[in-house]
């Protein structure tokens, strides 16, 4: 490897380079340096959030000794490398993480006794890094836990917001949104200021022939913006590599800030440049599943493309190759069309900077990406209308043109007499103004296309995109599994679950190898140890309810059935079926005697999520929710039989103490609409029972731990086209029950009715897209079931465990895996070395 500094220096260099601490005195050490040096604290004003950032920076360092490594020999065994665009990375905190990964979290837990602490208080003081909506930025963030952890050469390429998803209050019952400014302190990121890239906007586009009779083609006297990177090190559990996550923020290029303007007093003007350019990084849209085709959305993601394609390009030339290599050593992925501009950036690199032919950049092109679906959901396609593009964009414009013009010659070759087919699936919709299908452009410059389930993997090329599996047979598209990191989501989150399941199995080779699990099958008679297992969920419903207790100031039984639903509030999820099915719940309370109350299994129902700010749908049910629990909250009659909750602020670190303490979770999307899900893989894996429809992942779980440990309900996913075509045409007619709960809160029983006048309605009046009335009786009977079920506690174990024990394939490692052997075509980096030296030194 070159390295500037002399042979004969190098010793010097080798022997103070720093070892990182591995015992309690040596942490101790680093903690106190850091606290009383970098952050110019001491002994006596050391507060908890110092004492957290002083063990964040002892464990960075520890970090990023490792990291350096990793980075060095990536680049010297010159592999193959995966680099993973995604615009969510939803990380969550870090401190524990790291301390689990490198396997010193005892090691602090003791130091930080000493010096007067308790780690549980320290873990909580970081804020999260909450860079992503729901599942789509979650799922990337346990790619790159697993990606470290397999040891794979691969990269996360994001944007760096200031403003994560919002904070969300409550009050009144009502949503209220609270801007998310985290970087005050975030140690866990390292600023590159001499890696940026020079990213253009606008301009206008000039052909003309050299010299030498070439095309040229130059995009110019555009607006500059600089792209910086800021490196945030993703540790893997258990092994040495430390992988590379690079965000980019912007600012005005140093160009561009106008000296002139400044000193001739437009100082405002200047300013306001630079704030401009400022912005494109500020914040993250808080949709979910919905694109709202705003111009500085498409700014954020050209801007993220370009920057992270010009660092890639770059550290491509640095090896010198041939460009036709260029895929033998480089896999995209997009997560979702997010960054399908990147493809169209490869190609203007390759073409216009680089010189390459059309047909042999486009080559290389299409077999250097992949791209992921996340949703059939048709208001979450992305489309860009072609002014915008033309406007921002004037190059690549042309070049999607150029794209779509090929693609289209080609299969009006291969299918002559059809048409039709080339107007559907053209890249451009030809509708006032015109439209970019960005889905399209995402599968012609792809070489792969996935979804995240089965069933939605066959959805995808059934519905959506038929006519591309007409066109390039079927076996361009492939289905992915999702999965979810288990250090996280069992050995972080639930510790002494962990840990019995380690005593049983003999070791904790599990978390890198989850299909051990079903060493535990064995154990589901074991008494002693079914006993341990329960005492461990209650324990867990404990810390909930304590939870519950300090943010919402109220208690609620531990002993009751813990039922949950947290998640993003959307109607496709249907939040709204749940809350229904509450409210049917307290008027069956309501009309029974004393006697029968006593046969009742007491239930707290918990909600939790957030509604993007302009869904009003969303937030009518978020507001019903909280109007049910004030008034079933305080009804004599009904006490500790039900308990509605709704958390707020629901995130990743939330999520690490309310998944552990459900007995049912809810996973009641209408069928077809949710591409997977990965909650319900948490709470399962977690020993919980899931209520749910066949949809997503939840078929696939079925089918792992068996029909008999879930509790599914409702219409499959084919009959859904007739059932909403009926309700238009037929004789249609709401469920009774339902309508019986519509009259309930007409009544004004949660108070003000107008308030939640359309959630009725568009049940009742404007088609009930979502199927609710449909389900609803077939999701209260299953609600009964689960009550009778939950009876029988041993029965109920027995089921909890046997769940668990066949959980392994849902692991986000075996995704990794997958998308490795079948998409990406790379390999892991062989580290048996390093984990020698280690264990030697
Ligand atoms: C899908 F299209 C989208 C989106 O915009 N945001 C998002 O979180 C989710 N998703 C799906 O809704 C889930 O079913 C899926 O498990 C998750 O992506 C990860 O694939």
């Given amino acids: 490897v070159e390295s500037s500094i002399p042979e004969h220096m190098r010793e010097a260099w080798k022997k103070f380079s720093p070892k990182g601490f591995t015992t309690k005195d040596e942490f101790e050490s680093e903690a106190v340096k850091h606290i009383e040096t970098t952050l110019a604290r001491s002994l006596f004003n050391c507060d908890e959030l110092a004492a957290y950032s002083g063990t964040a920076l002892a464990f960075r360092d520890r970090l990023i000794i490792d990291w350096n490594k990793t980075q060095q020999r990536q680049s010297f065994a010159d592999q193959k490398r995966l680099y993973y665009l995604s615009l969510e990375f939803l990380m969550g905190r870090a401190l524990d993480n790291a301390m689990l990964n490198v ?56 944007l760096r917001y ?60 555009g607006e500059i913006v600089t792209a910086t990177a800021y490196d945030v090190p993703v540790p893997g559990y258990g092994t040495p590599t430390v992988n590379n996550l690079r965000l980019w923020s912007s600012k005005a290029s140093s160009g561009e800030f106008d000296f002139a303007k400044f000193n001739s007093g437009e100082y405002e003007s200047a300013v306001a440049d ?39 390009v770059r550290r491509f030339k640095k090896s010198k190759r041939k460009w036709s290599e260029f895929s033998d050593q480089v896999a995209i992925q997009l997560n979702d069309t997010h960054p399908t501009l990147a493809i169209v950036e490869l190609q203007r690199i390759l073409v216009d900077m680089e010189g390459l032919g059309w047909d042999e950049a486009w080559t290389i092109v299409t077999s250097t990406f992949g791209y992921t679906n996340h949703t059939v959901l048709p208001e979450a396609l992305e489309k860009w209308s ?81 006519d591309f599996v007409k066109v390039y047979g079927p076996d361009k598209f492939t289905n992915v599994t999702n999965g979810i990191t288990p250090r996280r989501w069992l050995h972080q989150a639930n510790p002494r679950l962990s840990e019995l399941i380690a005593s049983k199995i003999g070791s904790y080779e599990f978390l890198k190898d989850l299909t051990l699990l079903n060493k535990l099958e064995p154990f589901v008679d074991d008494k002693e140890f079914k006993k341990e297992w329960a005492e461990i969920k209650y324990a867990n419903k404990v810390r909930l309810a304590q939870h519950i207790q300090t943010t919402k100031g109220y208690s609620v039984n531990p002993k009751a059935l813990f ?62 929710i909280n109007k049910v629990g004030e008034v079933v909250n305080k009804d004599p009659d009904v006490g500790d039989l039900l308990k509605v909750v709704f958390l707020e602020d ?192």
């Fill in 103 to 158: 396997g010193l979290k005892n090691v602090a837990k003791d130091g930080l006794a000493d010096l007067g602490f308790r780690i549980e208080d320290i873990i909580a003081q970081e804020h999260d890094a909450a860079l992503g909506n729901g599942g789509l930025g979650r799922l990337a963030a346990c790619f790159l836990d697993s990606m470290a952890t397999l040891n794979y050469a691969a990269w996360g390429y994001g």
């Fill in 162 to 221: 200031r403003y994560g998803i919002f904070k969300q209050e409550i009050q009144d019952g009502y949503q209220v949104e609270i801007p998310d400014y985290w970087l005050d302190f975030n140690p866990w990121e390292f600023p590159r200021h001499d890696v940026s890239v020079d990213v253009q906007f606008y301009g206008w586009v000039n052909k003309y022939t050299n010299d030498e009779g070439k095309q040229i083609v130059s995009w110019q006297d």
């Fill in 274 to 312: 630079e704030q401009r350019a400022e912005t494109i990084s500020a914040v993250l849209y808080p949709n979910d599943n919905l694109e709202r085709g705003k111009e500085l959305r498409l700014k954020q993601q050209y801007f993220w493309c370009a920057a992270s394609l010009h660092d890639i």
């Fill in 386 to 466: 072609v002014p915008l593009i033309q406007n921002l964009l004037p190059r690549h414009l042309q070049i999607i043109y150029e794209i779509n013009l090929q693609f289209l010659q080609s299969v009006e070759k291969r299918f002559p007499k059809d048409r039709d087919l080339l107007g559907r699936v053209s890249i451009i919709e030809e509708s006032q103004p015109k439209m970019v299908r960005m889905a399209y452009l995402a599968i012609i410059g792809s070489h792969k296309v996935n979804g995240v389930a089965e069933l939605h993997s066959d959805l995808i090329k059934t519905t959506i995109f038929k």
């Fill in 563 to 624: 039922d949950i639903q947290v998640k993003r509030i959307h109607e496709y999820k249907r939040q709204q079926l749940n809350i229904f099915g509450v409210i049917h719940r307290y008027m069956a309370i309501k009309s029974m005697s004393p006697e029968e109350r006593k046969k009742l299994v007491p239930r707290v129902s918990v909600f939790g999520g957030k509604a993007a700010p302009g869904y009003w749908m969303a937030k009518t049910i978020i507001h019903l």
């Fill in 650 to 841: 629901y995130n990743v670190s939330k999520a690490e103490i309310i998944v552990p303490a459900s007995d049912i979770s809810e996973h009641i999307s209408t069928a077809g609409t949710e591409a997977s899900g990965t909650s319900n893989m948490k709470f399962v894996l977690n020993g919980g029972m899931i209520i749910g429809t066949l949809d997503g992942a939840n078929i696939e779980i079925t089918r792992e731990i068996g029909e008999q440990n879930i509790f599914l309900f409702g219409n499959l996913s084919e009959d859904v086209e007739d059932l909403r075509h009926h309700h238009f045409y037929g004789d249609y007619k709401v469920n009774p029950e339902l309508v019986k709960v519509f009259d309930c809160i007409k009544k004004g029983t949660f108070g003000d009715e107008g308030a939640f006048g359309a959630l009725i309605s568009g049940i009742v009046e404007h088609g009930d897209y979502y199927l609710v009335s449909d389900d609803f009786n077939s999701y209260c009977q299953t609600q009964d079931l689960i009550d009778e079920a939950y009876k029988d506690q041993d029965a109920w174990v027995t089921k909890s465990i046997t769940s668990v024990a066949r959980m392994g394939f849902f692991t986000s490692d075996r995704c990794i895996n997958e998308y490795a052997d079948t998409i990406w075509n790379i390999e892991p980096l062989d580290v048996a070395e390093e984990k020698e030296v280690r264990a030697r030194t």
